[in-house]
């Protein structure tokens, strides 16, 4: 459960709940980045990045080899 207490693992949920927002309007159901595909882009590249990070750091953190 220390994957849970990374630093990168809160900004990437968000950033990526951000790029999969849906909203309500008169024709009903619709994707939040209809309009601007490249925000939603943005936001997964972004949140792919973070998840990295994260494994990344829980490598580093799992690692006997790196404790001293």
Known sequence: MNFLRSPW???A???MG???MF???SSGFAWFWDGQP???FILIVSSAVMWVMALRDFG???DPRQQS
């Open 60 to 62: 580093k953190r799992s």
């Open 13 to 15: 949920l968000i950033l």
């Open 23 to 25: 909203t309500f309007d």
């Open 18 to 20: 951000f790029a999969g």
């Open 38 to 40: 490249q925000g939603a």
């Open 9 to 11: 693992i809160s900004p």
